[in-house]
């Protein structure tokens, strides 16, 4: 079936780093993806999506390119925050069925 | 516009006991989900209810229950709470599948 693989965290960074979290997928069809953010004690908040090949979401300063080549979805900030540290999920959506698939997260800590 | 809400935030149950996990959303949305949150395992889906009137397992439906009451309401029980359920609970709902799902605070139980 279909699934997400992402990076295992935590990731840990100065502030103004360069962030990149790695996630793959592996899916039947063209899949929607999604970058979810989990701050602490908090749901989940969508952060940004792609809905097909070489489309590119943004949102916040973060960017993910969706590549149907590699069949990837890497999520990237040029310039991290201390605020930015939180849970990011990649998920895609199942076309076969009325559901999202998640990964299992990375945790991102970026310390001043 | 309180988007999903949730109760109760935080429980406690001993083994054995049973509780219903309360899910409200005021957007109009059709498609409704819970998941459980465990460490290093990401989401995991136990029921969802694509629309009105329908409710279909996840990937770890057993040991609870679902009730979809009306368009706004979607409820989690758990008859006879094990430990193996303490978890953090999210709900979340979508328009429709395989779209953007915006989550609640999430509940946080322990059984002891």
């Known amino acids: 079936g279909d699934s997400v693989t992402q990076m295992e965290g935590p990731v840990t960074l100065s502030e103004e780093a360069f962030l990149t979290i790695n996630c793959t997928y592996t899916?039947?069809?063209?899949?929607?993806l999604f970058w979810y953010v989990q701050y602490p004690g908090e749901g989940l908040q969508l952060l940004l999506k792609?809905?097909?090949?070489?489309d590119k979401g943004s949102n916040k300063g973060f960017e993910a390119t969706y590549r149907k080549e590699t069949t990837s979805f890497h999520l990237e900030k040029g310039s991290v925050q201390v605020s930015d540290s939180a849970v990011y999920f990649c998920?895609?959506?199942?076309?076969?069925?009325?559901?999202?698939?998640f990964g299992t997260g990375t945790r991102l800590q970026v310390f001043p | 516009n309180a988007g999903v809400t949730q109760t109760p935030k935080f429980q406690v149950l001993k083994t054995g006991q049973s509780m219903t996990l309360q899910c409200a959303q005021d957007m109009n949305h059709n498609s409704m989900y819970w998941y459980r949150q465990d460490p290093g395992m990401g989401l995991r889906l136990i029921y969802y209810?694509?629309?009105?009137?329908?409710?279909d397992k996840g990937e770890v439906p057993n040991g609870y229950n679902v009730s979809r009451l009306n368009k706004r309401e979607f409820s989690l029980r758990l008859e006879s709470a094990a430990p193996s359920q303490t978890s953090v609970y999210f709900c979340?709902?979508?328009?429709?599948?395989?779209?953007?799902?915006?989550f609640g605070p999430g509940t946080r139980l322990l059984v002891l």
């Open positions: 792609a809905t097909k090949a070489d």
């Open positions: 209810s694509a629309s009105e009137g329908t409710t």
């Open positions: 899916a039947t069809g063209y899949p929607s």
């Open positions: 998920a895609l959506s199942d076309r076969g069925t009325d559901k999202l698939i």
């Open positions: 979340a709902s979508s328009v429709q599948g395989r779209e953007t799902q915006y």
